[in-house]
Nanobody, 126 residues
Framework: QLQLVESGGGLVQPGGSLRLSCTAS????????IGWFRQAPGKEREGVSC????????DYADSIKGRFTISRDNAKNTVYLQMNSLKPEDTAVYYC???????????????????WGQGTQVTVSS
């Protein structure tokens, strides 16, 4: 069974950092594009960052550029999202997603991904 599991969310003060992890089971992420998305209450799901697991190319939303970094560990079948200088507006449920058709394409920040995790809550508040 294909499964993505996010972890690493929590409560952090403004200016703080968190590192989210997205680990796959039942399949290898080597052949997928992986995206991180977030959804705040009452708002649409927003693409945050993505990575092509084959060549390591990445993309970032303007709202988080310079503060968040996506990375991969193919050996651990895991993708990370390092989030620094967090702001209250970063509060949301964060999801990772996998899409096989992105293997030979640049990854995208639109939610056209087939496989999704259950999400992890990130709350930025003093």
């Amino acid at each position: 069974q294909l499964q993505l599991v996010e972890s690493g969310g929590g409560l952090v003060q403004p200016g703080g950092s968190l590192r989210l992890s997205c680990t796959a089971s039942g399949f290898t992420l080597d052949y997928y594009g992986i995206g991180w998305f977030r959804q705040a209450p009452g708002k649409e799901r927003e693409g945050v960052s993505c990575i092509n697991m084959r060549d390591g190319s990445t993309d970032y939303a303007d709202s988080i550029k310079g503060r968040f970094t996506i990375s991969r560990d193919n050996a651990k079948n895991t993708v990370y999202l390092q989030m620094n200088s967090l702001k209250p507006e970063d509060t949301a449920v964060y999801y990772c997603a996998a899409e096989p058709s992105l293997l030979f394409r640049r990854c995208v920040l639109s939610p056209e991904y087939d496989y999704w995790g259950q999400g992890t809550q990130v709350t930025v508040s003093s």
